[in-house]
């Protein structure tokens, strides 16, 4: 069975697992990709809000639409940010190697710091305009890399919180949902917290080894095992909507990405999915380009490939930056159109391209 498999290589999480080696000269590439991330890094710094966060559409989806609750627009009039997205632009700057202080957008990562900080509860829940689980967890991981790279004790603090707050949200399923403290779990979130809690734990933040094994169960258990949807990943288990969309490119990137970030890498799992997403790429491109669903579903991809590494990764990067290069505006943004907004599919772009500097720490093997 698969389940009990991946339940052992969990609990020695601390042991590092043999991987394929990338074998990747990206020496031709690199001036190319960096300059277009550049680009990109240049339009996020002057959508930069006087208070350090991005604003962005709130909302969810429903089925391929976007439901917009709260319009940029008039977050910008507040003062009010869109948590999730300024989270990930810090990120997009993080792995351009700009640290608070140091680099041409030391001060951009710095606002980013002290926003996430100021709109952090006493109990730990990082929140912006009514954000949720989705945005606290990019919010802790931002919080995670940047700790990892820097070292400061404010930051430091404020991690040890926010991860608190996930632990404590956890459910009996051991996953988590949208809002803090649900009942029923999905994939999609629980993966956004398994990755956050992960990031703190490799630099030394107390996670008990119980909620790591209980999140990783949960993504066991959303792995298919037999039938035709063998080898891919189910949005849901329990509860309305179990069993179903196996086909989503964005779960089986969350899912894989999931179980290399708690130490494990099995060729008889992660190749399978692989497979799925190579097969996925050219309809998810063909039919949601500046879809929310293309940016989020390859921000976890780009994670996927470059753990598994060797042909895999090569083939994927070389493809995704060809069409990133061409799709760029002139501005240097890139365009979401269904989806919270431009930043988002801008600071994802951005990150895809800056892989090789393997400045971030969720980019390092």
């Known amino acids: 069975m698969l389940a009990p498999s991946i339940a052992a290589q969990s609990s020695d999480l601390e042991n590092s697992l043999p991987r394929r080696a990338a074998n990747i000269d990206f020496a031709s590439d690199l001036t190319l990709l960096k300059a277009s991330a550049d680009r990109g890094l240049s339009w996020l710094a002057a959508q930069q809000q006087d208070n350090g966060s991005w604003p962005g559409h709130v909302g969810h989806k429903q089925s ?31 792995a351009g190697g700009h640290l608070p202080d140091r680099g041409k957008y030391g001060e951009v990562v ?6 996430i900080l100021a709109h952090m509860k006493d109990n730990g829940f990082v929140t912006d305009g009514g954000s949720r689980m989705y945005s606290h967890a990019f919010a802790t991981l931002f919080l995670a890399q940047i700790y990892g790279m820097g070292r400061e004790k404010r930051t430091n603090l404020g991690l040890e919180r926010a991860v608190h707050w996930i632990i404590d949200s956890q459910n009996k399923q051991g996953g988590w949902r949208y809002n803090p403290f649900a009942e029923d779990a999905d994939l999609s979130v629980t993966v956004c917290q398994l990755q956050a809690l992960r990031s703190a734990r490799n630099i030394g933040v107390n996670v008990p080894r119980g909620t790591i094994d209980r999140a990783v169960d949960y993504v066991a258990r959303s792995h298919a095992k037999s039938g035709s949807e063998k080898g891919r990943f189910y949005y849901k288990v329990e509860g309305r909507g179990a069993w179903r969309k196996t086909r989503q490119y964005s779960i089986n990137a ?54 598994a590494g060797g042909l895999a990764f090569r083939n994927y990067h070389r493809r995704i930056c060809s069409d990133l290069m061409d799709d760029q505006e002139n501005d240097g943004r890139w365009r979401n159109d269904v989806g919270p907004g431009d930043a988002l599919s801008t600071a994802v772009a951005s990150m895809i391209l800056q892989i090789p500097l393997q400045y971030l720490p969720i980019f390092q093997r």
């Open 64 to 94: 391929h639409s976007y439901r917009v609750i709260i319009w940029s627009d008039s977050q910008g009039r507040k003062g009010d940010g869109h948590l999730g997205v300024t989270s990930l632009a810090g990120l997009a700057f993080l």
């Open 254 to 307: 969350a899912g894989l990405t999931s179980l290399f970030s708690a130490g494990i890498h099995d060729p008889e799992i992660y190749e399978p999915v692989l497979d799925f997403l190579d097969e996925e790429y050219h309809d998810l491109v063909a039919d949601f380009r500046n879809h929310f669903y293309y940016w989020y579903g390859n921000y976890y991809a780009c994670q996927a490939y470059f753990q």
């Open 110 to 115: 710095r606002s980013t710091i002290d926003y």
